[in-house]
């Protein structure tokens, strides 16, 4: 295996945000070892990562969280030092569907993953020291937010616009309202209980709304862009009022790397761009980018937006304030929106082989050419 300074297993790291910060870390880390761990669900799309995948600091284990024996043994066999969490199931309309597939991966997978490390952990001469089980959640298990100013108003925290004078902060109590969210509340539950009752060091970042290269195309913005692109029907749940906090999904991995690094065992850390979007502005937005780019008229493509009957429990407004981690450990969002937005918009058309593996289930066979038979 070489001799790496530490090793770090990255759960999930082939879906969206899990393949960014796997490829931060192999390519930042040379004397590192980052494992990648992950069942390939649906979700998850190893040529995410084709550029890494050759790297000899990089290694793919094919497993699923919920397998306490293989989890035990990817931990122990390769003497992780650290445990970065994201694999998940992460669609909020999915956990409507079905929510036991949510119980199942992300509380007991959780958990599966908790007791590996603590009894490898503990077996060891210097326990924890130096270990960490880092803990990826979402601002979606503080509930939802009043909109007090639904035209926009200036945030009174940062220089951006809110919908509202409430914002998620690290006190702000646990009130999921999804089976998603629920999954993830009970999650973070055992994580800081692992830290309470046997000392382990932990630390759970709450992000917003991700977007970026590699999304898989059932979330809103992505979706957008592929049917924008086939001048498909837009579905805009309820009236389109709903606010979300966006953040580029590497500057998402750049602060899971600080974080990482720098956090403090034991702490909570918000993560978000203070950067608030009523759905129906991202979709004319999108639309507008997007028509620019492929040289159609902008606004052409306007009339594809349909409204659609609205997601049951449909949360309102999220806002996140990560003033605790820019003050801390001096990380910063480093993309306006709308910049972000351009070049996500340009990635899904410079990539259209990619979507259109994802959209007609192609990347499913990815694994077999690369590793052989599933
Ligand atoms: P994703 O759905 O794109 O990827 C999830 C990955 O987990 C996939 O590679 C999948 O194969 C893997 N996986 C699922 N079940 C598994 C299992 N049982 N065992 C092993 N691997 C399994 O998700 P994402 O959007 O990249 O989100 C990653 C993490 O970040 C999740 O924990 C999510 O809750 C959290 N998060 C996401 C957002 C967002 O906007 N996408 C925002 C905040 C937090
Ligand atoms: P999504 O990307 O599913 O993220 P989340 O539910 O985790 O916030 O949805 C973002 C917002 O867009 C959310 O308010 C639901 C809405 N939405 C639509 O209006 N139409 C769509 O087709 C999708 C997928 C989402």
Redesign the pocket.
């Known amino acids: 295996m070489g001799n790496y300074k530490r090793t770090i297993i990255i759960t999930g790291g082939a879906g969206f945000i899990g393949s960014h910060v796997v490829r931060l870390m192999v390519n930042k880390y040379p004397d590192y070892h980052i494992i990648n761990l992950d069942k390939l669900t649906y979700a998850g799309n190893l040529a995410n990562l084709a550029d890494v995948e050759s790297k000899p600091n990089y290694t793919f284990v094919r497993a699923d969280i919920c397998d306490y024996e293989a989890v035990s043994r990817v931990i122990r066999d390769n003497a992780a030092d650290g445990i970065i969490h994201l694999a998940a199931e992460?669609?909020?309309?999915r956990s409507i569907v079905d929510p036991f597939t949510f119980a199942r991966t992300n509380v007991m997978g959780t958990l599966t993953l908790l007791q590996s490390a603590r009894e490898y952990w503990e077996s060891l001469p210097g326990g924890y020291e130096g270990k960490l089980f880092y803990h990826i959640s979402?601002d979606?298990v503080y509930g939802a937010l009043a909109m007090t100013h639904p035209g926009g108003v200036p945030s009174p925290v940062s220089a951006h616009v809110a919908y509202g004078d409430q914002f998620f902060t690290e006190e702000s109590k646990l009130d999921p309202h999804?089976p998603?969210s629920a999954s993830k509340a009970s999650s973070e539950h055992f994580v800081r209980a692992f830290h309470d009752t046997y000392g382990m060091p932990v630390i759970v970042t709450n992000c917003s709304?991700n977007y970026g290269p590699y999304q898989f195309p059932?979330?809103?913005?992505p979706?957008?862009i592929n049917n924008i692109r086939h001048r498909r029907p837009?579905?805009?749940?309820?009236k389109?009022e709903?606010?979300?906090d966006w953040l580029y999904v590497e500057d998402h991995a750049c602060a899971i790397d600080t974080i990482f690094h720098h956090g403090r065992p034991a702490e909570t850390y918000n993560i978000g761009g203070f950067n608030e979007w009523r759905?129906i502005d991202?979709?004319r937005l999108v639309i507008r980018t997007t028509d620019r780019l492929l040289g159609r008229r902008e606004d052409e493509d306007m009339g594809l937006i349909t409204f659609?009957t609205d997601?049951k429990g449909?949360?309102l407004r999220?806002a996140i304030d990560s003033r605790k981690l820019q003050r801390e450990l001096g990380w910063q969002p480093s993309l306006q929106f709308e910049e972000g937005i351009v070049r996500t918009v340009r990635w899904y058309l410079d990539n259209q082989a990619w979507m259109d593996n994802v959209t007609s289930g192609d990347y499913m066979n990815y694994y077999d050419r690369m590793y052989g038979r599933r």
């Open positions: 992460s669609h909020v309309d979402t979606e999804s998603y709304n059932e979330k809103l913005i979706l957008l837009l579905p805009v749940y309820g389109g709903n606010v979300r759905n991202i979709v659609v997601r449909h949360d999220y």
